[in-house]
């Protein structure tokens, strides 16, 4: 047993993988000698190769297609974006040709991108982007977006076994901040698809993912306190696709939902996960099902703004008390 | 010009009235929606209380340091949206009701929307409670919807999906149950608090009525859990081949969810009594033609029911009901009389038992079997029972074990009757071995309200009326 960041579990997920399966390649911009923006590849060059951990240029259309070529090849190459607001460089290689692949010629594209995303860092608007919502709308793709240390390891190694390319969004707030003792004899994997619930409640479910579960939960134990609130809590750890099963659960089980995402609200996941509930699960609400995201404005540099911009604690507090008071 | 009513917030589900502590506006004054125009204080919470709507405020209906009851109106708004609309377009004086006080509050409009604060927690076993809400609560919103509002209205702001199918599989009237949500509307918890509380009497199933939707699922599967419960879910069920599979009816199902929620809401005990009915086999041998020509089958029911109904006035402990943490004397004796039919238990309801004589209930016991057999029993027959008696003897069974009928908090089963060896004391010491006409009587009783020895004494009571029934009362 060892007390990991959540950096390091996913730098660990990576080397397992790397030394289990020599077709893994990584490549980005400075992964290699510099050991990666955020330093998740450190000592990876050295370890494995500049053969297998390749540094690129600074431009992430080409950094997928050389990825896409080399999955379908037979390797399993994992692209990191230095942040992940740049994979929008890589948009129409992503949709147009890696998604459709399969579909198109038959090919396999087992790739990953992944990348630093998140605010509550100061970064401003290049640099804490949410792009989830960009590709939840494109078919062939799987999003994954772990919260904790353990499924920052487990959903890395799974989505580079996976036989379909899969985008990883890492939370740069997490980082460091997230620590976790994982055991070091058992191998993690996450499964893919698969939602946790990560707080038990019986008067209303958040939804919710990545740097926001902490969020939810701190909301969680405050509401229990203060208002004697039990709420439950879930990662969905997966976007797409979408834990429908675990959703309607939720949703049978406490029939007040409220969907807390770190995106602008507008287009957001909370709206495709919202019309699912309508579809699957209608007569099972007691309440609208409400929403906390960030408003719709790009992220501003100013703390103070930034602060007021992206969802806090007393939010998620004030939504659920709106929804248990319904 | 709209104005639009701001009212006493509900702030937990067992508050029936707030204290105003402090103005934060005057009259005249412009305020912003969610901006905070009053304070209170109830037993659990103190709360500022944000305007439903942005205006000026046009009315303060109640003072600072007032207690009122919960959707008391406190204030009037003045809505500019509402005064800009009626200059714009003046309309007839009948039309434009205005929107339902903080019903119009759109969830998804800002984040920090919260409009109402959330429930505060039950109390704890020693805080202090307030008195004992008036009862059964006001359907809150009533005193603060519009006059223009139509039942529809009122239902769909009243209701959820859950609510509404709730409302539907148990054949439930909403408007007739109190809402704690924002603007009167009625929760989950609500529904199924009302459905505890037994106030819904379930209605006999008409016999050509509406066909309730199979369905494979229970309706309330896991909703009925209090606090601290942990729920152990029901077996799974698997049919095997030939098996055949029946669709509950809705008697079915009422039964069934009436049964398992009494067992869940009462603290069932139950106390026997042996009973000489010797006397009473007696006087019905020598009545019974005399019934007969008056067109009454008299049985032995029919003088237990009678000795029941005059024992009740006696011990009102079993002609009563729990509601919350109060026991409801009833005034009126109404006697349930369970009758099995084919497709299911029905108790029909004989009002005012102890003001008939034996002919009367005798009569009305005939009457209401053959109409709950023949499904013409309206509404009202099976409503409104105090306690209930059911006769399982009928089938040569030795007594039985009922489960209570909620809300009431006795039920009486006989048990057959039929001569049995008995020993009797003669006046002179002396001991005999006689044939004596005999049969059980069990009483379950919900220990919440009713000591044993309440209902002991009820059943030696009962038993000594029915030993010594009085011949002229015949």
Same mark, same amino acid.
């Given at each position: 047993?060892?007390?990991?960041?959540?950096?390091?579990?996913?730098?660990? #997920?990576?080397?397992?993988?790397?030394?289990?399966?020599?077709?893994?390649?990584?490549?980005?911009?400075?992964?290699?000698?510099?050991?990666?923006?955020?330093?998740?590849?450190?000592?990876?060059?050295?370890?494995?190769?500049?053969?297998?951990?390749?540094?690129?240029?600074?431009?992430?259309?080409?950094?997928?297609?050389?990825?896409?070529?080399?999955?379908?090849?037979?390797?399993?190459?994992?692209? %990191?974006?230095?942040?992940?607001?740049?994979?929008?460089?890589?948009?129409?290689?992503?949709?147009?040709?890696?998604?459709?692949?399969?579909?198109?010629?038959?090919?396999?594209?087992?790739?990953?991108?992944?990348?630093?995303?998140?605010?509550?860092?100061? #970064?401003?608007?290049?640099?804490?982007?949410?792009?989830?919502?960009?590709?939840?709308?494109?078919?062939?793709?799987?999003?994954?977006?772990?919260?904790?240390?353990?499924?920052?390891?487990?959903?890395?190694?799974?989505?580079?076994?996976?036989?379909?390319?899969?985008?990883?969004?890492?939370?740069?707030?997490?980082?460091?901040?997230?620590?976790?003792?994982?055991? %070091?004899?058992? %191998?993690?994997?996450?499964?893919?698809?698969?939602?946790?619930?990560?707080?038990?409640?019986?008067?209303?479910?958040?939804?919710?993912?990545?740097?926001?579960?902490?969020?939810?939960?701190?909301?969680?134990?405050?509401?229990?306190?203060?208002?004697?609130?039990?709420?439950?809590?879930?990662?969905?750890?997966?976007?797409?696709?979408?834990?429908?099963?675990?959703?309607?659960?939720?949703?049978?089980?406490?029939?007040?939902?409220?969907?807390?995402?770190?995106?602008?609200?507008?287009?957001?996941?909370? #709206?495709?996960?919202?019309?699912?509930?309508?579809?699957?699960?209608?007569?099972?609400?007691?309440?609208?099902?409400?929403?906390?995201?960030?408003?719709?404005?790009?992220?501003?540099?100013?703390?103070?703004?930034?602060?007021?911009?992206?969802?806090?604690?007393?939010?998620?507090?004030?939504?659920?008390?709106?929804?248990?008071?319904? | 010009?709209?104005?639009?009513?701001?009212?006493?917030?509900?702030?937990?589900?067992?508050?029936? %009235?707030?204290?105003?502590?402090?103005?934060?506006?005057?009259?005249?004054?412009?305020?912003?929606?969610?901006?905070?125009?009053?304070?209170?204080?109830?037993?659990? /919470?103190?709360?500022?209380?944000?305007?439903?709507?942005?205006?000026?405020?046009?009315?303060?209906?109640?003072?600072?340091?007032?207690?009122?009851?919960?959707?008391?109106?406190?204030?009037?708004?003045?809505?500019?949206?509402?005064?800009?609309?009626?200059?714009?377009?003046?309309?007839?004086?009948?039309?434009?009701?205005?929107?339902?006080?903080?019903?119009?509050?759109?969830?998804?409009?800002?984040?920090?929307?919260?409009? /109402?604060?959330?429930?505060?927690?039950?109390?704890?076993?020693?805080?202090?409670?307030?008195?004992?809400?008036?009862?059964?609560?006001?359907?809150?919103?009533?005193?603060?919807?519009?006059?223009?509002?139509?039942?529809?209205?009122?239902?769909?702001?009243?209701?959820?999906?859950?609510?509404?199918?709730?409302?539907?599989?148990?054949?439930?009237?909403?408007?007739?149950?109190?809402?704690?949500?924002?603007?009167?509307?009625?929760?989950?918890?609500?529904?199924?608090?009302?459905?505890?509380?037994?106030?819904?009497?379930?209605?006999?199933?008409?016999?050509?009525?509406?066909?309730?939707?199979?369905?494979?699922?229970?309706?309330?599967?896991?909703?009925?859990? #209090?606090?601290?419960?942990?729920?152990?879910?029901?077996?799974?069920?698997?049919?095997?081949?030939?098996?055949?599979?029946?669709?509950?009816?809705?008697?079915?199902?009422?039964?069934?969810?009436?049964? /398992?929620?009494?067992?869940?809401?009462?603290?069932? /005990?139950?106390?026997?009594?042996?009973?000489?009915?010797?006397?009473?086999?007696?006087?019905?041998?020598?009545?019974?033609?005399?019934?007969?020509?008056?067109?009454?089958?008299?049985?032995?029911?029919?003088?237990?029911?009678?000795?029941?109904?005059?024992?009740?006035?006696?011990?009102?402990?079993?002609?009563?009901?729990?509601?919350?943490?109060?026991?409801?004397?009833?005034?009126?004796?109404?006697?349930?009389?369970?009758?099995?039919?084919?497709?299911?238990?029905?108790?029909?309801?004989?009002?005012?038992?102890?003001?008939?004589?034996?002919?009367?209930?005798?009569?009305?016991?005939?009457?209401?079997?053959?109409?709950?057999?023949?499904?013409?029993?309206?509404?009202?027959?099976?409503?409104?029972?105090?306690?209930?008696?059911?006769?399982?003897?009928?089938?040569?069974?030795?007594?039985?074990?009922?489960?209570?009928?909620?809300?009431?908090?006795?039920?009486?089963?006989?048990?057959?009757?039929?001569?049995?060896?008995?020993?009797?004391?003669?006046?002179?010491?002396?001991?005999?071995?006689?044939?004596?006409?005999?049969?059980?009587?069990?009483?379950?009783?919900?220990?919440?309200?009713?000591?044993?020895?309440?209902?002991?004494?009820?059943?030696?009571?009962?038993?000594?009326?029915?030993?010594?029934?009085?011949?002229?009362?015949?």
């Amino acid at each position: 047993m060892a007390e990991v960041t959540y950096l390091e579990a996913l730098r660990d #997920g990576l080397a397992e993988e790397m030394a289990r399966d020599e077709r893994v390649l990584i490549l980005g911009e400075d992964v290699g000698s510099y050991g990666g923006a955020f330093k998740v590849t450190e000592g990876f060059q050295q370890r494995f190769g500049a053969e297998r951990v390749i540094d690129t240029p600074i431009a992430e259309t080409a950094i997928v297609g050389t990825a896409a070529g080399a999955a379908h090849m037979g390797f399993r190459p994992v692209c %990191e974006m230095q942040f992940i607001d740049f994979i929008s460089c890589a948009y129409s290689i992503l949709t147009n040709y890696v998604a459709t692949a399969r579909y198109r010629a038959g090919l396999a594209t087992p790739l990953v991108v992944r990348g630093p995303a998140g605010g509550y860092v100061r #970064g401003g608007p290049f640099h804490s982007q949410n792009p989830e919502a960009a590709f939840l709308h494109t078919p062939g793709l799987k999003i994954v977006a772990p919260a904790t240390a353990r499924d920052a390891k487990g959903l890395i190694k799974a989505a580079i076994r996976d036989e379909d390319p899969v985008l990883y969004f890492e939370h740069k707030y997490l980082y460091r901040r997230i620590k976790e003792t994982l055991p %070091e004899d058992e %191998e993690i994997l996450t499964p893919i698809g698969q939602a946790r619930i990560a707080r038990d409640g019986r008067d209303l479910s958040i939804l919710t993912w990545s740097a926001m579960l902490w969020k939810s939960l701190e909301a969680a134990e405050l509401l229990e306190r203060e208002d004697g609130l039990a709420v439950e809590v879930i990662d969905l750890r997966t976007l797409l696709p979408l834990d429908d099963e675990a959703i309607v659960a939720a949703v049978k089980r406490t029939n007040r939902v409220l969907i807390v995402h770190e995106d602008t609200r507008t287009g957001g996941v909370a #709206g495709e996960i919202t019309a699912r509930i309508n579809e699957l699960a209608f007569e099972w609400l007691d309440a609208p099902v409400k929403r906390i995201c960030a408003h719709d404005v790009p992220l501003p540099y100013a703390p103070t703004l930034e602060d007021f911009v992206l969802p806090q604690v007393q939010d998620i507090v004030k939504g659920c008390r709106w929804l248990a008071g319904y | 010009m709209a104005r639009i009513d701001v009212v006493m917030p509900q702030m937990g589900e067992s508050i029936a %009235e707030g204290t105003l502590s402090k103005w934060l506006k005057r009259v005249g004054d412009p305020v912003k929606r969610d901006e905070p125009i009053f304070e209170i204080s109830t037993d659990k /919470v103190d709360a500022e209380i944000p305007a439903p709507a942005a205006g000026v405020l046009a009315e303060i209906l109640v003072q600072e340091g007032q207690t009122v009851a919960v959707q008391t109106v406190v204030a009037r708004l003045e809505t500019d949206a509402g005064a800009a609309a009626a200059s714009a377009a003046p309309k007839p004086a009948t039309s434009a009701p205005a929107p339902a006080p903080s019903a119009g509050q759109a969830p998804d409009s800002e984040r920090a929307a919260a409009v /109402v604060p959330a429930p505060a927690p039950s109390p704890s076993p020693g805080a202090k409670v307030a008195a004992p809400p008036a009862a059964p609560k006001p359907a809150p919103a009533a005193a603060t919807a519009p006059a223009a509002e139509s039942l529809e209205d009122r239902l769909r702001r009243k209701s959820t999906p859950l609510v509404r199918k709730i409302a539907a599989d148990h054949n439930l009237d909403l408007t007739a149950i109190p809402g704690s949500g924002m603007a009167g509307r009625v929760t989950k918890n609500d529904i199924l608090a009302y459905l505890e509380s037994g106030l819904a009497a379930p209605a006999p199933a008409p016999a050509d009525g509406p066909v309730t939707r199979p369905t494979d699922r229970p309706a309330v599967p896991d909703l009925t859990v #209090g606090p601290g419960v942990r729920v152990v879910p029901g077996p799974v069920v698997e049919p095997w081949e030939g098996d055949r599979v029946e669709p509950w009816s809705r008697i079915r199902k009422l039964t069934a969810d009436h049964m /398992v929620m009494s067992r869940r809401v009462s603290a069932h /005990v139950q106390s026997l009594i042996e009973v000489d009915y010797s006397r009473i086999a007696t006087l019905r041998a020598k009545r019974k033609a005399d019934y007969a020509e008056r067109g009454v089958h008299l049985t032995f029911l029919a003088f237990i029911a009678s000795a029941v109904a005059r024992n009740l006035r006696k011990h009102p402990v079993l002609n009563a009901a729990v509601m919350g943490e109060n026991t409801l004397y009833r005034r009126e004796v109404n006697l349930g009389i369970a009758v099995a039919m084919d497709w299911g238990l029905i108790v029909p309801v004989i009002r005012r038992a102890d003001e008939l004589n034996l002919l009367g209930i005798a009569r009305a016991i005939n009457d209401l079997a053959e109409r709950a057999r023949a499904k013409k029993l309206s509404p009202d027959e099976v409503q409104k029972g105090t306690f209930t008696i059911t006769n399982p003897g009928v089938f040569g069974t030795f007594v039985g074990l009922p489960v209570l009928n909620q809300p009431q908090s006795g039920i009486l089963a006989v048990g057959a009757i039929g001569k049995r060896p008995a020993v009797l004391t003669g006046p002179d010491g002396s001991d005999s071995i006689a044939i004596r006409t005999q049969g059980m009587l069990a009483l379950s009783f919900d220990h919440r309200i009713v000591d044993g020895a309440d209902a002991d004494r009820f059943l030696a009571d009962l038993r000594a009326t029915l030993q010594e029934f009085p011949e002229e009362s015949i």
